[in-house]
C-alpha cells in the first residue's frame, strides 16, 4: 500500500542547515510527485516544495532562497534542505503524494506521512 | 500569493446537525480547491478534490461545491468522529496555499 515516511534530525541550532528525508513506497517517484509541507505548533499548513514525476521542482516563493528539494529514486526517497533555520521554522514537516496526469501535476495531496517534528533551539 | 480565507474561525455543533463550511478565494480559482480534514496530532486526511469531486473511502456525508471564489464544505449529520479542524486549498496557482482552518467542535 502506499506509504511515506519523514525523518529528520528533530532539533537544529539556529543558522544551520535542516535536511530531511520521505522515503516512500507503494508507487514510484517517477509517476508521482511529492510535496513538502509544514505547521508550526497550533497553526494552519504552509506548502513549502515540490518535485514533480519528471524531476522538475517547485518552490514556495517567501522560502526559495532557503530550499533545495531532490530525489533519489533508486532509494524512493525525495530530500529537502533548508538553510538559514529561525526558530520561527519550528515545525511539524510532512510530505505528501500529487497525482500527475500526463505531465500536469494534480495539485491536492491524496496521501501524507505521519509527519517529522523539527525544533529549532540552540 | 491567492489568498484564502476560511469561515467561521470554529464552528460548535451537536452531533446531527449538518454544517457548511466556507472558504473564499482572493481572487477566481476555477475549481482548484481541495478540502482536507485533520485531527489532533495526526496528518492532514483528503476529502473531496476540485471543488466537489469525491475521494474513495470518505463517508458520502461530506460534500463540497463552488466555483470561482466562493467554496462551500458541506457535512450532512455531524458524527463524534467529525469534530477536528478543516482546510481548505488551492492549486490553481503553483504557489499553493491553504486557509487558517475551521475548528469543528462539539457544543
Known amino acids: 500500500q502506499v506509504q511515506l515516511k519523514e525523518s529528520g534530525p528533530g532539533l537544529v541550532q539556529p543558522s544551520r542547515t535542516l535536511s530531511l528525508t520521505c522515503t516512500v513506497s507503494g508507487f514510484s517517484l517517477t509517476s508521482y510527485g511529492v510535496s513538502w509541507v509544514r505547521q508550526p505548533p497550533g497553526k494552519g499548513l504552509e506548502w513549502i516544495a515540490a518535485i514533480w514525476s519528471g524531476g522538475s521542482t517547485d518552490y514556495n516563493s517567501a522560502l526559495k532562497s532557503r530550499l533545495s528539494i531532490s530525489r533519489d529514486t533508486s532509494k524512493s526517497q525525495v530530500l529537502l534542505k533548508m538553510n538559514s533555520l529561525q526558530t520561527e521554522d519550528t515545525a511539524m514537516y510532512f510530505c505528501?503524494?500529487?497525482?500527475?496526469?500526463?505531465?500536469?501535476?494534480?495539485?491536492?495531496?491524496?496521501?501524507w506521512g505521519p509527519g517529522t517534528m523539527v525544533t529549532v533551539s540552540s | 500569493n491567492i489568498v484564502l480565507t476560511q469561515s467561521p474561525a470554529t464552528l460548535s455543533v451537536t452531533p446531527g446537525e449538518s454544517v457548511s463550511l466556507s472558504c473564499r478565494a482572493s481572487?477566481?480559482?476555477?475549481?482548484?480547491i481541495h478540502w482536507y480534514q485533520q485531527k489532533s496530532n495526526e496528518s492532514p486526511r483528503l476529502l473531496i478534490k476540485?471543488?466537489?469531486q469525491s475521494i474513495s473511502g470518505i463517508p458520502s456525508r461530506f460534500s463540497g461545491s463552488g466555483s470561482g471564489t466562493d467554496f462551500t464544505l458541506s457535512i450532512n449529520r455531524v458524527e463524534s468522529e467529525d469534530f477536528s479542524i478543516y482546510y481548505c486549498q488551492q492549486s490553481y496557482s503553483s504557489l499553493y496555499t491553504f486557509g487558517a482552518g475551521t475548528k469543528l467542535e462539539l457544543k
Open positions: 481572487q477566481s480559482i476555477s475549481t482548484s
Open positions: 505528501a503524494r500529487s497525482y500527475v496526469y500526463y505531465g500536469f501535476p494534480l495539485g491536492y495531496f491524496d496521501f
Open positions: 476540485y471543488a466537489s
